[in-house]
């Protein structure tokens, strides 16, 4: 059988055993999965516009908080059931991308990573201000429900389909174009790219995913309030699984997301206070040592394509 | 004298007061190769970048084709045919050489790639097609980097520095794809301090000096010409 063959039984295999197991895992056994998806879908998306244009967003927890408050204000008031609430999170994410990368995909290197700090900022800010819709401080509760299972698959599709889209992109001729931005963006508009147009693209993108498991997260966590779902660490977490994965790769973010959020948890289990110190090593660690991540340096070494 | 392809008209732009372009006018005719010289920081870059829109004029009028199209994107300027390398290499280091020509094609993937494979062997890379353009060699980029600007079938060409760091038989050859796209009707401005490949390679050449056009003319002329020998070799 060729690698590809066996990566692919492989594959099917592992996606019949993760749907099978809610009905035999433990309850801590199907959360954490359901949370390991969750992960792999925020790391995957910030690949999508900072892995492939370079365009480093230090704000994407911003589109996950958005999503989140979309979703739980049609599910308390408007009475949305949870699956379309979700999409609805998507879409709200994918306005506020359009709204704030128009102008902000101008700005180039470091202002643009902190133009999405602060846009993070001003939507936490935002939905504390406005009470009437957003509870305010005080946050949003939803009604009670037992949907631990369902969620856990709805989180499982939004990984496999961002994974999926990353692998679509990534071997198309736009995802060359959204590489060449990274490469060398006035090379790239001197070849004909419409920079602006690809990049913006690149970022409605990367904010439908955290849209939409916002909405789930919000609806798996049965409440929520700005400072649980606006935090920088979220941002820092996706950014550390794709640089220690490997940026620009298929499956970096998907490595890097099971492998922190698994040594995260066996070690916040035993050590809660090393937990912090082991994260902030692996980030030193993983740009001094290997800046293009494990599969990037694979890639570089043995020659592999990117849809590794 | 026929419809010029390319009219810059009294170009201007300075950099914080530094006149890099000076009312610089000219004139270039489809199916001709066209020298640009002048000593170093005379402003030869700069023209290329106001040329393709990756600098804005302060003043004056490019047209192309009798359109003007000062003032338009750079990439929007080089849909409408212009073509350019740069002085310091810049191919996209982490995609593959192939993927450099891939990447700036519109339309059929399937005609682009038999072209990009096509202008490779032309090239004698095609080898190394699969090679990250970062990994070539300097000449070996700068060849990926001139046939990357073929990929679009630009009608005019420009070259910064064509010749600098490229062998002498791959000089030949890129030399001979130069004359090649000239008699398929193709317009050719170079800037280049080789003089031999100016003066035998150029039907015009216009001669730069503290941003100001000094001189035009065809090669012999300009050799001879009394202020570009000053502006050179200083009085």
Redesign the interface.
């Known amino acids: 059988m060729t690698p590809r063959g066996t990566f692919r039984l492989g594959l099917v295999v592992l996606v019949a055993a993760l749907a099978v197991y809610p009905a035999v895992g433990t309850g801590y056994g199907v959360r954490a999965v359901l949370q390991i998806f969750m992960w792999i879908a925020l790391a995957a998306s910030w690949n999508l516009i900072s892995g492939l244009t370079g365009y480093v967003s230090f704000g994407h927890v911003a589109f996950f908080g958005a999503g989140a408050y979309t979703g739980a204000i049609l599910i308390t008031r408007a009475g949305w059931s949870w699956p379309t609430a979700a999409l609805a999170g998507g879409l709200a994410a994918c306005v506020v991308a359009l709204v704030i990368g128009y102008p902000c995909l101008r700005l180039k290197g470091p202002y643009f990573a902190i133009a999405m700090l602060g846009l993070n900022e001003v939507l936490r800010a935002l939905v504390s201000y406005f009470e009437g819709l957003t509870g305010g401080g005080n946050g949003i509760s939803l009604p009670t429900l037992e949907a631990t299972v369902p969620v856990y698959y709805a989180m499982g599709l939004a990984a496999a389909a961002v994974t999926l889209l990353t692998y679509l992109v990534i071997t198309s001729r736009f995802g060359l174009r959204l590489m060449t931005i990274r490469e060398d963006e006035v090379a790239a508009e001197a070849m004909g790219i419409d920079t602006a147009r690809h990049k913006l693209y690149a970022f409605l993108l990367s904010a439908a995913g955290p849209g939409i498991v916002g909405a789930l997260a919000a609806r798996d966590q049965g409440y929520i309030e700005p400072i649980s779902v606006f935090p920088l660490a979220t941002t820092i977490t996706m950014i550390v699984m794709v640089l220690f994965g490997g940026k620009g790769t298929v499956w970096g973010p998907v490595l890097g997301a099971v492998v922190l959020f698994v040594s995260q948890e066996l070690v916040w289990a035993r050590f809660p206070y090393l937990h912090q110190l082991l994260f902030g090593s692996i980030i030193v660690a993983v740009v001094l040592l290997m800046p293009r991540g494990v599969l990037g340096v694979l890639q570089q070494r043995y020659h592999l394509p990117r849809t590794i | 004298m026929a419809r010029p392809v390319l009219e810059v008209e009294r170009l201007c732009k300075s950099f914080g007061g530094v006149a890099a372009v000076d009312r610089v006018s000219l004139a270039l005719e489809p199916g001709r190769i066209y020298g640009l010289i002048g000593p170093n920081g005379s402003g030869k870059t700069t023209l290329f970048n106001c040329i393709?829109?990756?600098e804005r004029r302060d003043v004056g009028s490019t047209r192309f084709n009798g359109v003007r199209i000062d003032g338009l994107?750079?990439?929007e300027i080089?849909?409408q045919g212009i073509?350019?390398t740069?002085q310091l290499i810049?191919?996209?280091?982490?995609?593959t050489a192939l993927?450099n020509l891939?990447?700036?094609?519109?339309g059929s993937?399937a005609g682009a790639e038999a072209r990009a494979l096509e202008l490779l062997r032309f090239v004698k890379l095609d080898g190394l097609k699969?090679e990250y353009a970062g990994n070539l060699s300097y000449g070996q980029q700068k060849l990926v980097e001139f046939v990357?600007?073929l990929m679009?079938d630009p009608s005019l060409i420009l070259l910064d520095e064509p010749a600098a760091g490229v062998n002498r038989t791959l000089l030949n050859d890129l030399l001979e794809a130069v004359r090649r796209l000239r008699d398929d009707g193709k317009t050719v401005l170079l800037v280049e301090h080789d003089m031999k490949v100016v003066m035998g390679l150029c039907e015009t050449v216009f001669v730069l000096d503290h941003g100001e056009k000094i001189a035009e003319g065809p090669p012999g002329v300009i050799q001879a010409d009394e202020r570009v020998i000053e502006a050179y070799f200083g009085r």
Do not use: Q
Request: glycine fraction near 8%; avoid cysteine.
């Open positions: 393709t829109g990756i994107k750079p990439y080089a849909r073509g350019r740069f810049r191919v996209f280091p982490e995609l993927e891939l990447v700036v094609t519109r993937l699969h990357r600007v679009r």
